[in-house]
């Protein structure tokens, strides 16, 4: 977005707002104003915790939703008056897979360039192309039913290029995969991204956003807490390095204090208590956790490491992603 | 577009069809011969106006067929194909509009209904349960009569939540419309207030236009009726899922 030439998404004020289920005649407000901008090329998350309104954010970027207040510009189109035009230049891959069980994997692919209206000799070509993009050569003339849950992903994102998008949107790309299945389907997004395809994904794993995203924004009850890129944020809102700390139960509470006066109190810390740990925020690690056995404390556990943005979420928001 | 939709349709059309056979084609079959070649030949002639039981049923069962068969091709893959295998989901999500991805999945489903009807009625005719060369038209009458049911209920099912529902409404109230719109028996057997009730019945008028047309006894005015009733319940299901299906595929 610094080179000022036209962003691919602009959303302005963005407002979604659904019928209350528990409330008659209410109204649930699911975005509650969003401003962001999106140039080309780049990866941009949404990250932050269920119910955040992130994928409500992709149902509108995606055409699907009209959005209740706010502007939206989609490659320089109106949602409300170009929807078929800018779906055409869409790729989606939904939170679920929704590919046919019944057919077979290389059916899937054709089927979905049908929807394009793309020329069955492009859209064959394009197949073989993309089963090898996604490993699934050997795969092609299976059902999708004996896939696994890798796979079936794998062939969810395949299929949402068939019409070669300008914009990838992804909705939570690898909830419920197991993490070799998550690394390999990172390392293909990343390829995309390499290849200037522009990416927008929703997330609540911080290391997902912070392996994809050039750029995030961090959302909290429908709106965004702060933007900016991993980097960014995390030097924005946290320290260099975290000391976790594990007491006994039964003595955490008389450990907090004794912690605090020997942390809390040098330059650049600051100590959060979680219900099972503390967290000392620190330029030092290791010299944070000497200061805290030089006073005679002995933690279960002590952990040194570098900030990530799950300390940036529980400071913006003051509650922790995987609660 | 809707061309689209429609032939991603008949994709899967292709992998599945051997399974619907058995329910759109074989189960109405069985009942033709159980019923109007089986039992039939218990009802003497003489009660039904010198025509046998099985002239009798047969297009009657044509017609039933055809609402059933719009009940499971449009109520239950409509709230499947937006619920369960999310296919709806999937194309709503490319150029496609709402308008389109509904009617090319209505294109489909007449597709379903007048081949089964078309296979139904070939066998009718073979076991010679037809007495007029009008028998041809039982073929759009049937079709007709599926899609009075299938466009309300398309629009409605979009709508549904929990499939429990749509099973609660095929016992409740397509059952009792099969066995009280003459289907089996004519309306002169119901009670006075059931059989002025029964006319209001799509089915009847389905189940009449086709019974007419098979035995060569149909009138235009009588017929017109029938097609305009029915008309005008699948062009009425239709204003109603345009909307419906705006709004729960673009909410």
């Not at chain 1, 959060?272 to 200061?291: C, F, I, N, Q, S």
């Not at chain 2, 009449?208 to 029915?230: E, I, K, M, N, P």
């Not at chain 2, 319940?233 to 299906?245: K, P, R």
Request: aromatic fraction near 8%.
């Amino acid at each position: 977005m610094d080179d000022g030439e036209t962003p691919l998404i602009d959303a302005k004020g963005l407002v979604k707002e659904y019928p209350a289920r528990d409330r008659p005649g209410g109204v649930f407000r699911a975005v509650a104003g969003l401003d962001f901008q999106v140039g080309r090329g780049e990866a941009f998350g949404f990250l932050g915790p269920n119910g955040a309104g992130k994928s409500s954010t992709m149902r509108m970027l995606g055409c699907v939703s009209p959005p209740t207040a706010g502007t939206l510009r989609i490659l320089g189109m109106d949602p409300a008056r170009d929807g078929r035009l800018i779906r055409a230049r869409l790729g989606v891959v939904p939170q679920e897979d929704a590919l046919d069980v019944e057919l077979t994997v290389r059916e899937n692919l054709l089927m979905y360039g049908n929807y394009f209206g793309i020329p069955r000799r492009v859209v064959k070509e394009r197949a073989a192309r993309l089963l090898e993009f996604a490993q699934l050569e050997e795969k092609a003339g299976d059902r999708v039913e004996a896939l696994s849950g890798g796979m079936r992903r794998r062939l969810t994102i395949a299929r949402s290029l068939v019409n070669e998008p300008d914009v990838l949107l992804l909705d939570e790309p690898t909830t419920g995969l197991d993490p070799q299945a998550r690394h390999v389907l990172w390392d293909r997004l990343f390829r995309l991204k390499q290849q200037g395809v522009t990416l927008l994904l929703t997330t609540h794993y911080m290391d997902e956003a912070e392996q994809l995203c050039d750029r995030l924004v961090v959302m909290d009850k429908g709106l965004i807490a702060d933007e900016g890129s991993p980097r960014e944020l995390i030097e924005r809102h946290s320290t260099r390095e975290v000391l976790e700390l594990r007491f006994r139960l039964d003595e955490q509470d008389q450990a907090t204090g004794k912690v605090r006066a020997v942390t809390g109190a040098r330059e650049g810390e600051r100590v959060e208590v979680l219900p099972d740990r503390l967290m000392v925020y620190t330029p030092d690690g290791e010299a944070a956790l000497a200061a805290v056995t030089a006073a005679g404390l002995a933690p279960v556990t002590a952990l040194v490491r570098r900030s990530t943005l799950e300390d940036v979420f529980l400071r913006l928001t003051g509650r922790s992603l995987t609660d | 577009m809707l061309l689209r939709e429609f032939s991603a349709w008949m994709l899967r059309y292709r992998r599945t069809w051997r399974s619907t056979i058995v329910v759109s084609v074989a189960n109405p079959l069985l009942f033709l011969l159980a019923i109007g070649a089986g039992l039939g030949r218990l009802v003497a002639p003489e009660a039904l106006d010198g025509m046998t039981y099985l002239e009798f049923f047969a297009p009657g069962m044509l017609a039933a067929a055809a609402m059933q068969n719009a009940y499971i091709e449009s109520a239950f893959r409509v709230n499947g194909a937006l619920r369960r295998d999310r296919s709806y989901v999937v194309a709503a999500a490319t150029p496609l509009e709402p308008r389109d991805i509904m009617a090319g999945h209505l294109l489909f489903i007449t597709f379903r209904i007048a081949s089964s009807a078309l296979a139904f009625a070939v066998v009718m005719v073979a076991f010679g349960a037809s007495r007029s060369p009008m028998v041809v038209l039982t073929v759009p009458a049937a079709l007709l009569t599926g899609l009075a049911f299938a466009t309300p209920l398309a629009a409605w099912a979009v709508t549904v939540e929990k499939f429990g529902t749509l099973n609660a409404v095929f016992r409740f109230v397509l059952m009792p419309m099969y066995l009280l719109s003459g289907t089996f028996f004519t309306l002169d057997s119901l009670p006075a207030w059931l059989h002025t009730a029964a006319y209001a019945l799509p089915l009847w008028h389905g189940v009449d236009l086709c019974r007419t047309l098979s035995l060569g006894t149909a009138t235009l005015a009588g017929s017109l009726v029938h097609v305009a009733y029915l008309g005008a319940f699948a062009a009425g299901g239709v204003a109603v899922a345009l909307v419906t299906y705006r709004r729960h595929l673009h909410y």
